[in-house]
């Protein structure tokens, strides 16, 4: 895996991981300086002790439960980017991989083809029959030095 992707799997995470927690923040004004809030249960018809929101049983289940869908959808959303990153990652990897069986296996071809013309040329240069050659060639020479002599002797005559 290279730099490129592993720093863009990072980003991705950090923003989808940043956005899930920016879902769950609510922006209120506030009037009093605490930053607890104050809770109380009240019972039909009886005064709030303080001004605020009043929510039911059911309101505050909703509350809690779209809270915990949204984190639940998060992280459903930052394993399904992981999974295609890792599932990516490997496809990169076994091309990668191949290329590489491919390329060593064209290296020991060329390799095995020089090694094979080495040893011709080496066989050549040794020479198995050499001393035949020789032979012939240097009959064939006195023998066409002889025919010219006799050649140029008839013509000068």
Same mark, same amino acid.
Do not use: H
């Given at each position: 895996?290279?730099?490129?992707?592993n720093?863009?799997?990072?980003?991705?995470?950090?923003?989808?991981?940043?956005?899930?927690?920016?879902? @769950?923040?609510?922006f209120?004004?506030t009037?009093?300086?605490?930053?607890?809030?104050?809770? @109380?249960?009240? &019972?039909?018809?009886?005064?709030?002790?303080?001004?605020? @929101?009043?929510?039911?049983?059911?309101?505050v289940?909703?509350?809690?439960?779209?809270?915990?869908?949204?984190?639940r959808?998060?992280?459903?959303?930052?394993?399904?980017?992981k999974?295609?990153?890792?599932?990516?990652?490997?496809?990169?990897?076994?091309?990668?991989?191949?290329?590489?069986?491919?390329?060593?296996?064209?290296?020991?071809?060329?390799?095995k083809? &020089? &090694?094979?013309?080495?040893?011709?040329?080496?066989?050549?240069?040794?020479?198995?029959?050499n001393?035949?050659w020789?032979?012939?060639g240097?009959?064939?020479?006195?023998?066409?030095?002889?025919?010219?002599?006799?050649?140029?002797?008839?013509?000068? &005559?």
């Amino acid at each position: 895996m290279n730099l490129a992707s592993n720093t863009f799997l990072v980003k991705i995470i950090l923003v989808v991981s940043l956005s899930c927690f920016a879902t @769950t923040v609510s922006f209120a004004n506030t009037t009093t300086t605490s930053t607890t809030g104050r809770f @109380t249960y009240l &019972q039909k018809d009886e005064p709030a002790p303080f001004d605020g @929101t009043l929510f039911d049983p059911v309101a505050v289940a909703k509350i809690l439960a779209d809270r915990q869908s949204a984190q639940r959808e998060c992280e459903l959303r930052l394993q399904y980017q992981k999974e295609v990153r890792e599932a990516e990652c490997k496809r990169v990897t076994s091309l990668l991989i191949s290329e590489l069986e491919i390329e060593k296996k064209k290296y020991d071809l060329i390799v095995k083809a &020089q &090694q094979d013309e080495i040893e011709a040329l080496r066989k050549l240069a040794k020479g198995d029959n050499n001393t035949l050659w020789v032979s012939i060639g240097f009959a064939l020479g006195a023998i066409s030095s002889v025919a010219i002599f006799f050649a140029a002797v008839e013509i000068s &005559q």
